[in-house]
């Protein structure tokens, strides 16, 4: 059995609770319909009774009729009395007992066989004589009228049900064109190889447009993903082709000097900065996937103190300081104590410190510096280098981007993955980095850590 689609069961339960709503108000209107037409019919029969008294004269001992009194007036037939009981004027209706007793101003139901009739007498006095007014409707007029309403309700009430339906259903299917647009959109993305794609839904601002807004914004994502996963890619396969290359070389080299130890020794020197050059590509490579997946558990979390380890990476990093003509200098807060694993912070330290240098000029400077801000412990490195330019400073965190690829510098920074490393590093353990920088005038790197 093929089921339902959406727009047919909204419309499915549209229709019903159109239908239970109409019934109920038709129900009420048939249930309550004969007491208002009762009552309207009694207010009217009182009204016609008394109103006809203006046409009434006493004229020579006796009671006249104007020439345009009507006996019979909106389905009341008027009957003139004497106090007596003599009828005087009008025409009595058939079936009617007309010795029928007055009641004066009061409505009667008066019943015989199967007819019914509603009655309303009403006295009148002039010049010391009396007259009595009798008003007589049929209740079976009254019951014809009901009928007419109930066959009138039972015909109109299945073509109400129809318009309903149909309403309901083209009601249903505008608002949910929107979505067929959005199955459509999304299946050309999912079918296509062609991620550029959107579904650029127009029209009001409601759920279903916030809906293909989101779509939208997720699509953006796995695009700017996507494009990352395959420059990072290539990006990798390039970076380990040349070291890989030059193993080989090297190898077959040595493998023909096998009669000169020289030569097959330099060989193995060579093989051996390639490899270890290799391996720690690989290592940032790895470290980088465990901070995309927020493993934290590949870590140890432990209280340290981020100013006594900046004094050690500072201290190691001298001797390639000062092969570049740079000076080292540190300001730091004394016992600044983090959350944080050890090794990473140990390589932010190392990676924006070479850094630093490797974009340094001879004879400048690299200021650290860290200290307590509330409850971050804010860091800063800074160089009067070369410095970033404006079209670089957004790209500086992606990986393997660098922006003097032509530069010699530290392996961290020759493969394009330190700072990317640092960014991933910082964000894993809830901080925040950002720089500052001009062109000849340098760069400052500033991170927080949450304490």
């Known amino acids: 059995m093929k089921k339902l689609s959406i727009k047919m ?110 009655v309303f007498d009403y006295p009148y006095r002039e010049s010391g004589e009396e007259v009595w007014i009798r008003g007589v409707y049929p209740l079976n007029s009254l019951s014809s009228a009901m009928n007419a309403i109930l066959i009138a309700t039972l015909i109109a009430f299945p073509f109400l049900i129809i318009i309903a339906a149909a309403g309901g259903y083209y009601i249903t299917r505008r608002a949910f064109r929107p979505v067929q647009k959005m199955i459509d959109s999304v299946s050309e993305i999912s079918d296509g190889k062609d991620l550029s794609k959107r579904i650029n839904l127009e029209g009001s601002h409601d759920e279903i447009h916030a809906l293909a807004d989101t779509f939208d914004d997720m699509f953006d994502r796995l695009q700017a993903s996507f494009q990352s996963e395959k420059q990072f890619t290539s990006d990798a396969s390039h970076e380990l082709r040349t070291p890989t290359a030059v193993i080989i070389s090297q190898c077959e080299y040595a493998l023909s000097q096998s009669d000169r130890p020289e030569e097959m020794k330099e060989s193995l020197e060579v093989i051996l900065k390639q490899s270890r050059k290799m391996s720690s590509l690989i290592s940032q490579l790895l470290l980088l996937a465990r901070a995309d997946q927020e493993k934290m558990e590949h870590f140890l979390i432990e209280r340290i103190n981020i100013s006594e380890l900046a004094e050690i ?11 570049a003509g740079i000076e080292i200098r540190t300001s730091l807060e004394d016992n600044l104590f983090i959350q944080a694993d050890q090794t990473l912070m ?36 800074s160089d009067d280098g070369i410095g970033i330019s404006a079209e670089h400073i957004d790209k500086i965190w992606d990986r393997f981007y660098r922006v003097d690829p032509t530069r010699t510098a530290t392996a961290s920074a020759n493969t394009g993955l330190g700072l990317a490393m640092v960014k991933s590093i910082i964000d894993m353990h809830g901080g925040k980095i950002e720089v500052a920088s001009e062109v000849d005038k340098g760069s400052t790197f500033t991170f927080r850590l949450p304490m």
């Open 9 to 118: 069961k909204v419309t499915l339960w549209y229709t019903g609770l159109i239908v239970i709503i109409m019934a109920v108000v038709l129900g009420v209107i048939l249930s309550s319909s004969d007491k208002v037409l009762l009552l309207n019919v009694q207010k009217n029969i009182e009204n016609i009774v008394k109103e006809s008294v203006e046409d009434l004269e006493y004229k020579h001992g006796r009671f006249e009729t104007d020439e345009d009194f009507e006996y019979y007036d909106d389905g009341v037939n008027l009957l003139i009395y004497t106090s007596g009981g003599e009828l005087l004027g009008g025409r009595i209706p058939a079936g009617f007992d007309q010795n029928t007793p007055f009641k004066a101003d009061e409505l009667q139901t008066i019943k015989k066989d199967t007819q019914e009739w509603l």
């Open 313 to 323: 990476v500072a201290e190691e990093l001298e001797w390639m300081a000062q092969e």
């Open 346 to 381: 140990t390589r932010v330290l190392m990676n924006l410190i070479t850094n630093a240098i490797a974009y340094g000029k001879p004879g400048g400077h690299v200021d650290i510096t860290l200290y307590r801000d509330g409850s971050q412990a804010v860091g800063k490195v």
